[in-house]
Nanobody
């Protein structure tokens, strides 16, 4: 069992920034593929940003150039730096750790972008 805990959400104005963090328990963090997903009320869940065990990153088109995902294997942590935030970024953000065939989810952290 891997425990995943997110932090860093909050309320910010359009154009502002937030940094989300995700910590996963265990001794094998370096082999997990990690991802940040989000889901807004009435909308489908989407992968916002992912980073593989090998360090390859990918982003949904709507956040390219604004969000950056990174990982620190020494701290069992993956981060999501979010800049130039827009109201449409408002959602619950969940961290996922994947090591086939297993996948582990955190409880989520709320991000609200509003004037």
């Amino acid at each position: 069992q891997v425990h995943v805990v997110e932090s860093g959400g909050g309320l910010v104005q359009p154009g502002g920034s937030l940094r989300l963090s995700c910590v996963a328990s265990g001794s094998f963090f370096s082999i997990y593929d990690m991802g940040w997903y989000r889901q807004a009320p009435g909308k489908q869940r989407e992968l916002v940003a992912g980073i593989t065990a090998g360090g390859k990153t990918n982003y949904v088109d709507s956040v390219k150039g604004r969000f950056t995902i990174s990982r620190d294997n020494a701290k069992n942590t993956v981060n999501l730096q979010m800049n130039s935030l827009k109201p449409e970024d408002t959602a619950v953000y969940h961290c996922n750790a994947r090591w086939t065939p297993n996948s582990y989810w955190g409880q989520g952290t709320q991000v609200t972008v509003s004037s």
